[in-house]
């Protein structure tokens, strides 16, 4: 449930609010059930820390956040039907199919070589994704390497953010994100633009901040899946993005060892 | 051509050398041609054809056929077409081998996922994807790790191992989970691998040519995984879904 507070609110809490979030986080089906009282006593605070704990996360007091606690609760009950539905999977094909062409079009086409030039030129080079966004991340980290071009990954703050905030116009990072609003991924591109390095990113959506904030922004279609508000858009455009990628930092290899070359 | 020219009799380095200095020719000629050009029998031939590693002169011919046709350098390689590629995909897997393989992660209590290297990101994605949609799966590299899961797994688990060649340490693990009569599924590129012999559903991908195949791509792969993982969700948490068209 930590989760859904913002960092910077978070960190406006004392360590004995803090505690007792953790608490909260560990006793999810006491809290939704206890009052106030029977709370502070199981987590030997007062029911003035938990009052002034939920005010500071921007609620109106315990009440609210045992009805947020209990609604997490509802929302973890994702479990597998007995019944199977007639989904086939050639519309997963079909999806993964449609995806692929809504990504591959020329405006993704004529970026890649600018995008690819930023990353093999950059001085230091960060690669952030979170959550299911943090392999196709993984996926172009470990080509990086492979070809021989160094970076850096991360998949959370505060590395990501003391790394970006050394950075000057001769770095860059590559963020990828599905929905490009989550705030480390946001903030980091923050850091990044602040420091007037390039940032580049992958990402499903045209509207979100990241996008805004981007250098070099790709687009990779993804249809929006989720299951009780957990995230579950596919990110195989993201992979087939940083494969593209893939292929054009081999050419820019070669050209640059035949340029050296003559 | 070989290291060190000892392994070899006077006969068979001389077809060695006929092969060297006739290299483009020399893969267009059967073994009698081939044996009568170098000045030697037809089973010299074959008998260096073994001893290079082939199964036969038919085998070291097609080698030589490709070594006309060297790997594709990255200078050269044409414009990947990622589309085309992910159509190969879905015409090369039947949709209910996917729906089977979905319907088994649904049914059984272990699943193990073994790859190894870039493939095992693209299996990593895959068991991350499945853990977010109630299906714990348990997902290594192809590792020694792997052997002792493999060996010490219920009768019931099922096994999927990925590997874009089908060849090294993935198809010595999908051999011995076959040896032990676990339920095997492999994702591989390669028609010729033996990964095929011992998998239960055999699923293909496409992998685009480059010049190092340390660094082939895995997109093909990553679709079948993707693909598994999306028909899982939507047969087995059908209720539970909410989904949205992507546009641009």
């Keep these: 449930m930590i989760e859904a507070f913002r960092d910077d609110i978070l960190s406006t809490l004392t360590q004995g609010e803090l505690d007792f979030l953790y608490f909260t986080e560990l006793h999810l089906n006491d809290i939704a059930s206890w009052s106030i009282e029977e709370a502070a006593a199981a987590s030997y605070t007062s029911a003035a820390v938990i009052e002034r704990a939920c005010r500071k996360l921007r609620l109106s007091g ?13 929302e973890r009950s994702v479990s ?48 952030f994704g979170r959550g299911l966004s943090e392999f196709p991340a993984e996926y172009l980290s470990d080509y990086l390497t492979r070809i021989g071009k160094s970076c850096r990954r991360y998949l959370d703050p505060p590395f990501v953010y003391r790394d970006v905030a050394g950075f000057t116009d001769k770095d860059a990072i590559v963020i990828f994100s599905s929905g490009g609003r989550t705030i480390p991924v946001v903030k ?9 390095a390039t940032t580049i990113v992958v990402c499903s959506d045209q509207e979100s901040p990241l ?33 593209a990628l893939v292929d054009e930092l081999l050419r820019e290899k070669v050209n640059t060892a035949s340029s050296k070359d003559s | 051509m070989p290291e060190t020219a000892s392994r070899f009799t006077s006969a068979e380095l001389s077809v060695l050398r006929y092969i060297q200095d006739h290299g483009k020719d020399a893969a267009d000629l ?23 590693g082939y199964s036969g002169y038919a085998e070291y011919r097609f080698a030589l056929k490709r070594q006309r046709h060297p790997a594709v350098s990255a200078f050269d390689m044409p414009k990947r077409d990622t589309p085309a590629e992910i ?32 493939t095992h990101t693209a299996l990593e994605y895959l068991h991350h994807y499945l853990f977010s949609a109630s299906c714990p799966t348990i997902c290594m590299p192809n590792d020694e790790l792997s052997l002792d ?15 874009v ?21 492999g994702i591989t590129s390669s028609l010729t691998s033996d990964l095929i012999t011992f998998c239960d559903i055999h699923l293909l991908a496409t992998s685009a040519p480059r010049a190092n195949p340390r660094i082939a791509s895995r997109l093909g792969i990553i679709a079948v995984t993707d693909e598994i993982a999306c028909t899982y969700t939507h047969r087995h948490l059908h209720g539970q879904v909410i989904a949205k068209e992507a546009h641009v």
């Design chain 1, 211 to 243: 996008w805004k904030m981007a250098s070099i922004a790709l687009y990779a279609a993804s249809d929006q899946l989720s299951i009780s508000q957990i995230d579950l858009n596919s990110r195989f455009t993201e992979f087939a993005v940083a494969d």
């Design chain 2, 149 to 163: 899961a493999i060996s010490s797994a219920s009768p019931d688990a099922i096994v999927l191992c990925a590997s």
């Design chain 1, 80 to 127: 597998v039907q007995e019944d199977v539905s007639d989904y086939s999977a050639r519309t997963a094909q079909d999806a993964l199919l449609r995806e692929t062409k809504l990504t591959f079009q020329e405006s993704l086409l004529s970026l890649l070589p600018k995008a690819v030039a930023a990353i093999w030129q950059a001085h230091s080079l960060v690669l």
């Design chain 2, 30 to 52: 059967s073994a009698r041609e081939l044996a009568n050009a170098a000045g030697c029998s037809a089973a010299t031939v074959i008998r260096l054809s073994r001893k290079l």
């Design chain 1, 188 to 196: 980091a591109a923050a850091i990044a633009k602040k420091n007037k």
């Design chain 2, 165 to 185: 060649s089908g060849t090294g340490s993935t198809l010595d693990l999908a051999r011995e989970a076959h040896n032990r009569g676990l339920f095997v599924i």
């Design chain 2, 87 to 118: 159509a190969a995909v879905s015409h090369l897997n039947q949709a209910k081998e996917i729906e089977r393989t979905a319907d088994l992660f649904a049914e059984r209590d272990t699943i193990i996922l073994v790859g190894g290297g870039l």
């Design chain 1, 62 to 74: 315990y009440a609210e956040l045992r009805f947020l606690v209990r609604n997490e609760l509802r």
